[in-house]
């Protein structure tokens, strides 16, 4: 079973949670906006997906599910179960592996450009990747790479894009999951209509989406693939 945590209704898995439908994998998802809480055991468990959110990781008064899941996993680390975390999902997983999250130099919002380390171009995650990604970004806080990880991708305004922790655990700063109806949902609920270059912005990053679909969601299908064979034979091709 893959555990996907889902930290707000407007940040569901998107093309992942359709990835692993069609890869016929048993997921649960566990809605963490509703209260859902953490399985005790983890013996059903084949990996664990934590998805993003408007929220930080140090707003633990605010939001008590954030503490509940730092001490998931970190027992799911110690098990050496798959981890892969997006954007909070990288944050959270960062600071369970013992690194700080703090705000980034400055917000990252809408399509931008990531370039593979050397030793993202050798990882097992980004096997069949470009050395260079167009992703989508929608962040304000960066983590820093967590002690004995590695780093795997980079940019210039954020240093720290993505990472290994251990063989098994992957966080991803930059959003691979999205579509249209995720753009239009995000726009709508967390940019300020009053606010036009929001607006304007809004706009773009859907016009953008047509632009780079065809070739970002054949990255984020690989991406798929490649973490799910760490959990086991994908029965569709990549």
């Known amino acids: 079973m893959v555990l996907i945590a889902q930290h707000a209704k407007e940040e569901p898995a998107g093309t992942l949670g359709q990835f692993l439908e069609q890869s016929k994998r048993e997921v649960k998802i566990i809605n963490l906006y509703k209260k859902d809480r953490f399985p005790d055991g983890l013996s059903d468990v084949e990996a664990v997906i934590a998805m993003g959110g408007p929220m930080n990781v140090y707003e633990e008064d605010r939001f008590p599910f954030l503490k509940a899941e730092d001490s998931f996993l970190k027992k799911v680390m110690n098990e050496n179960i798959p981890i892969l975390g997006i954007c909070l999902?990288?944050?959270?997983?960062?600071?369970?592996?013992?690194?700080?999250?703090?705000?980034?130099?400055?917000?990252?919002?809408?399509?931008?450009?990531?370039?593979?380390?050397?030793?993202?171009?050798?990882?097992?995650?980004?096997?069949?990747?470009?050395?260079?990604?167009?992703?989508?970004?929608?962040?304000?806080?960066?983590?820093?790479?967590?002690?004995?990880?590695?780093?795997?991708?980079?940019?210039?305004?954020?240093?720290?894009?993505?990472?290994?922790y251990r063989n098994n655990c992957y966080g991803l700063q930059f959003h691979v999951e999205i579509d249209a109806v995720l753009i239009t949902e995000w726009t709508k609920s967390y940019c300020q209509d009053s606010d036009s270059r929001l607006r304007v912005k809004a706009r773009d990053m859907l016009l953008d989406y047509y632009i780079h679909r065809e070739k970002f969601n054949r990255q984020a299908r690989r991406i798929y693939f490649n973490f799910s064979k760490l959990i086991g034979a994908c029965k569709i091709p990549a």
């Open 89 to 164: 999902g990288a944050q959270l997983l960062a600071k369970a592996a013992g690194a700080k999250v703090k705000r980034a130099p400055r917000a990252e919002m809408g399509w931008a450009r990531v370039r593979l380390t050397k030793e993202g171009e050798k990882d097992q995650l980004c096997q069949g990747l470009d050395e260079t990604l167009e992703v989508f970004q929608w962040h304000e806080d960066s983590f820093e790479i967590p002690k004995g990880a590695v780093r795997l991708a980079e940019n210039d305004l954020c240093p720290n894009q993505a990472f290994r």
